[in-house]
Structure formats: C-alpha cells, structure tokens
C-alpha cells in the first residue's frame, strides 16, 4: 500500500464537519440535517446497491482491461485493510460511533468506504479506472460523512452528513 496515501488517510479529521454546511467537492452533495437521517441513509441497502455497483465498476474494468493487475485485488486489500483499515476502525472510527451512538452500521460504511478509495488509489496506474469512492474520500477529508444517494445512481445526488 502507498504509504504516502496512508498517511494521507490517518491525517483526516474524521468526521469533525458534521452538521456544518456542505463545501463544494467534486460531486456536490446534498446536505442531510441530524445523525437520525444520515444513519438512516447509511442503512438504506439502496446505498448499498449504490456502493457496490461503484466497487463492481472497479473490478470488472480491471478484470476486462488490466487483467495481471487485477490478480493483485487480494494482496493489495489485505494490505490496506492491514495498515489503514483495522487500525481506523479501533483508533477512530468505533470510538466516535460509540461516542456518538451511530453503531455498527456507521463504522461498517466508512470501512467499506476507504477501503475502496484505498483500492481506487493503489489502481491509478490503470488508464481510464472508474473513480467513485476516492470522490468520497474528498468529503470524508472536509470532515463530513457521505451516507445515501438520492436518485438513480450514477444520476442523482450524493447525501452528506
């Protein structure tokens, strides 16, 4: 794993905008208003579906297109998960939802989140790959935390909290 971009990643202040307006990032979100709403989003399986087709997308360009790199998806995800992921989860992330009462959902969506935007980065040699979630990354950088998706993805509007 770039460990420039882990340093990167562990250098966010979490979650340290929510509830403030909305800065303009590279896909505008709509601002969402109380935790209530943001977990519910977050729990929403449209968010899910959302999530996964944009993972999906990765995958299957890499699979189509760079076929050698592709082979790497486990050791690299391994790593990631290793160096940036696990140690988030207990140092920040479980603290913060426990604090805040948001639960197991809440830290599962922001794992899956960075995991793939760490996934997104470690392929930015691969011309053309699909970028959704290093997007996100972007609001997760200005503190808030993107939780839901109005629309039909990829139209619409990603929710913000």
Known sequence: MDEVFAKDIEAIRWFSAVGEPLPAFSIPPVAIASKAEALAHCSDPAWGDVTLEA???????????????????????????????????????????????????????????????IMEHEYCDCTGRPVFFLHLLEVYRGGHFPCGWSGEWPAGHLLAW
């Open 55 to 117: 993972r999906n997308q990765l995958t299957e360009f890499l699979c189509m297109r760079y076929r050698d790199r592709d082979a790497q998806w486990n050791v690299i995800a391994e790593s990631a998960k290793a160096r940036s992921i696990t140690p988030l989860v207990k140092r920040v992330w479980e603290p913060f939802a426990e604090r805040h009462e948001l639960g197991k959902v809440f830290v599962d969506c922001v794992s899956w989140d960075v995991l793939a935007a």
